[in-house]
């Protein structure tokens, strides 16, 4: 049976395969694949956590640019639902779960327009 080694237990290249193994997965959204990393130096993982760390920045930041976007959106949005009879915003959220299909779920809804995660998250 093999166990696995702690990350102290590792040495520098198999820490940075673990490492390149996440930060793409961060840039892409998906395990890197069909990319055999046995013969890279630590230099050639160097050079991937460079480029790799600007694809996850770029991504980020159209991310929020997209959360952004989708806050103004679904704000509009509540604003017509209310100027066409919903009594409350309340009510708008109600009717929004509904055309949605959230069932009522506040962070699937979120999933489902594009809006940040707990945007409904009431601060206490």
Known sequence: MQEFKTWEEMSDLEQAQCQYWDMYKDAYGVRPRGIDTSTW???DFH???VELGA???REEANRKESEHTAAHEFEMRIQSILACGAKDREMALRWIHEAEGSNGD???LCYLVGLPYQ???KVA
């Open 41 to 43: 130096t630590l230099e």
């Open 47 to 49: 050079t991937e956590f």
């Open 55 to 57: 694809v996850i920045n």
């Open 106 to 108: 506040d962070e699937f």
């Open 119 to 121: 945007y409904f998250r």
